[in-house]
């Protein structure tokens, strides 16, 4: 069921003086209220810091309506291919299904008479209406999936005769049946659908593969040769080509009626097509065989709800994390985002980093772990009351499937995102809060306001956008506990910032991992083809492991030559449940160059937390000059006694038993607290843990070795 009230805002981030524009729907129209909050603490957990929303004036009020999702890619030509009404005629496409799905439409027509064919495992089926009448094929002969079929419909005006095909590629399975209709000239088409039909409102979507769909004049009974008309060339009258604008929205007709094409939220290009040889594995290379489209009933690129109100943020708004209060007779939401200060005017010598790249790739996750206990402490502690396990409208995560069983590789932020909310609980952590992501980096924002350290809140988006320009005001800039997807502008940009003087700590785990495209054209998208090596929710088909938006090469930055060890000393290294341990510190946590960071510390840190009960948790990060550590890299502490769920991570194995390093595969189950300097004076700390910034906490305050530790830290890096 769909949230009461619910909806998102135009950027994720804003600066003084600039707009933000929100989109919101309720369930059932009605009056509605927005205020602003300022977000500290995002934490619901009784024993923790609990919600801390402070009120900010800002109160509007507005009368809300319904606005519909309208999930679904697919694909809209415009216009006549410029069949005569009594000219023999013939649609196709070639088409793959990849799982045992319900019939749903690969092509249609529209205005006039029409016709539409779909396709599902039990064969291809099509209706034509002509004169008022609607008849009806099925070939009843299965489409076995992976296999790419040839997919027709002809008819011939003055006879009457119909004729629904399937034929295969180098398999059993064609099948061709016939019926009668009206003998009479068939009205011309307004528009053609691929993927879909009814253009004005899209249903009965396509998942799956869609390639080479043409229209000619010619009655074709039989199909011997999939990949090649049998009919003379000068039949066509509109043939698209799907391998042409692949980084684009737009597809081109090669025929004669020159009716170029739009797609409409976000399918898949850059895919593998009947005609892939496996000789290219690169789009950019062999254009002609990645002539397909991958469509899903499940895409979304954008709601596109009518702004219901706008925000101008002050000139004198304090940079930091802020949310839109939504609440309606039936409910309430909160529609989070961040306010920069004003463009080269930093109001602190501390910047926060979010991995706004990183909620957005895991922007509703449906983890299926929403279970009544889930449920229970939920209510309790008067957490985020919806979940993507419950609410589908607004598409799922990079981390989910496709009905198809195909990864979801396209991510959107203009969609409500269940996950990015203030009170959002991820898992039932019997040890602590269970968060992760946005609300999980609220940890480090309160314990920066508890401690009295002045900072900033910059974004992923804004660092793409902006580069080192963004970060050179800042003495420290600070990463949260999950800093995972990066452009290459993003890498750029830290690692100049590093070089120049600027000093860095990355307070998480699993960091600068996923390799990620961006387009500058709608930048609201992202990209990740989960291709070779890593810990993967899914794999990426063979061949598609270049991104659709920028032509290059995705999967972990670390097979493109550029490990997070490189930036920041520590990669990934090992992954368990949600559960944590403590680091003890190293013999090299004594010397006087170190011992500043370790004042007032013990020697065992971080055996407590909100995350997992432990500061050294759930994904770890180590030290390996191998991938990069820098030379003078000083590793201070590590982590002891990994619980027993925890497992190496895939790329550090050559085998069950040995390791890239030649190290013990149990041995690579720790994490690293890492310093270095670099020439340029700037300097980084990592702590190689997700689960860290969870022990800012100590059971009872913003306190405790932890803590300490960061302060000590953060204050010198900062001159504070």
């Known amino acids: 069921m769909l949230p009461p009230i619910t909806g998102y805002l135009d950027r994720l981030s804003r600066r003084p003086g600039e707009r933000i524009t929100a989109h919101v729907s309720l369930r059932e129209p009605g009056p509605c209220r927005a205020r602003l909050v300022r977000v500290v603490s995002a934490d619901p957990n009784p024993a923790g810091p609990g919600l801390d929303l402070q009120p900010v004036p800002f109160d509007h009020a507005f009368e809300g309506e319904h606005q519909p999702v309208r999930l679904g890619s697919w694909g809209l030509v ?184 739009t797609l409409f939220n976000m399918p898949v290009r850059g895919a593998v097509g009947a005609a892939w040889t496996g000789r290219e594995t690169c789009w950019r290379h062999a254009p002609d065989e990645y002539a397909a489209i991958h469509f899903h009933a499940d895409d979304l690129e954008d709601c596109g709800w009518k702004p219901s109100f706008t925000f101008d943020v002050p000139r004198d708004m304090r940079s930091g994390a802020y949310a839109f209060h939504l609440t309606c007779d039936g409910g309430e939401d909160w529609l989070p985002f961040y306010v920069l200060p004003r463009r080269g005017e930093a109001q602190a010598p501390v910047a926060f980093l979010a991995s706004t790249f990183t909620y957005q790739a895991y922007a509703n996750h449906a983890r299926g772990n929403a279970d009544a206990a889930y449920k229970a402490r939920a209510v309790a502690w008067g957490a985020y009351p919806h979940n993507p396990d419950d609410v589908h409208a607004f598409g799922h995560s990079t981390y989910n499937r496709h009905p198809d069983g195909s990864g979801i590789s396209l991510s959107s932020r203009l969609r409500p995102i269940l996950t990015m909310r203030p009170g959002f609980l991820t898992f039932n952590d019997p040890k ?76 998480g785990g699993n960091g600068f991992y996923w390799r990620i495209a961006r387009d500058p054209a709608r930048p609201h998208i992202i990209e990740i083809r989960r291709a070779e090596g890593g810990i993967r929710a899914w794999a990426a088909e063979a061949g598609e492991y270049y991104h659709q938006i920028d032509g290059a090469l995705g999967g972990l930055w670390r097979r493109n030559r550029r490990p997070p060890q490189a930036l920041v000393g520590v990669g990934f290294s090992a992954q368990g449940l949600f559960e944590g341990t403590f680091y003890r510190r190293l013999p090299a946590s004594e010397d006087p160059r170190h011992a500043w960071i370790f004042e007032g510390v013990p020697e065992v840190i971080g055996d407590y937390g909100l995350s997992g009960g432990g500061a050294a948790g759930f994904e770890l990060d180590r030290a390996d000059p191998r991938l990069g550590t820098p030379p003078d890299t000083v590793i201070l502490a590590r982590s002891e006694q990994p619980p027993a769920s925890f497992v190496t991570v895939p790329e550090e194995l050559l085998s069950h038993i040995a390791t890239v390093t030649g190290e013990s595969p149990e041995a690579l189950k720790r994490a690293e607290i890492v310093f270095f300097e670099v020439p340029g004076g700037g300097a980084v700390f990592a702590v190689g843990s997700i689960t860290f910034c969870g022990s800012l906490w100590n059971g009872t305050a913003f306190d405790g070795p932890v803590s300490r530790m960061l302060e000590n830290v953060v204050r010198r890096f900062a001159g504070l």
């Open 78 to 261: 415009q216009g006549d291919p410029g069949l005569e009404p009594h000219e023999p005629r013939c649609w196709a496409v070639l088409v793959q299904l990849l799982a045992d799905l319900p019939a749903a439409t690969v092509l249609a027509t529209e205005g006039g008479d029409g016709v539409v064919i779909r396709a599902a495992a039990d064969g291809a089926e099509a209706e034509i209406a002509i004169a008022g009448v609607t008849t009806r094929l099925r070939t009843a002969v299965p489409m076995r999936a992976a296999i790419w079929y040839r997919v027709w419909l002809s008819h011939d005006p003055v006879t009457g005769r119909v004729v629904l095909g399937q034929a295969p590629f180098g398999a059993a399975g064609g099948a061709a049946v016939s019926a009668s209709v009206p003998a009479a000239d068939m009205a011309r088409c307004s528009a053609m659908t691929f993927a879909a039909r009814d253009a004005a409102a899209p249903r009965d979507h396509f998942t799956g593969k869609l390639e080479d769909p043409l229209v000619a004049a010619a009655f074709i009974e039989s199909w011997p040769e999939p990949q090649h008309l049998p009919a003379s060339a000068g039949s066509l009258r509109a043939r698209w080509n799907f391998s042409v604008g692949i980084a684009s929205d737009a597809f081109s007709d090669t025929g004669a009626a020159g009716l170029h094409g």
């Open 432 to 507: 602590g809060s269970g968060l992760r992501h946005y609300p999980a980096d609220s940890h480090l924002l309160a314990w920066l306001e508890a401690r009295g350290i002045d900072f900033d809140v910059i974004t992923d988006e804004d660092l793409d956008d902006e580069g080192t320009s963004l970060l050179s005001p800042y003495s420290v800039v600070l990463t949260g506990s999950h800093p995972e997807y990066h452009t290459e502008r993003m890498l750029d940009a830290l690692t100049a910032y590093r070089d120049r003087g600027g000093r860095l700590c990355y307070l």
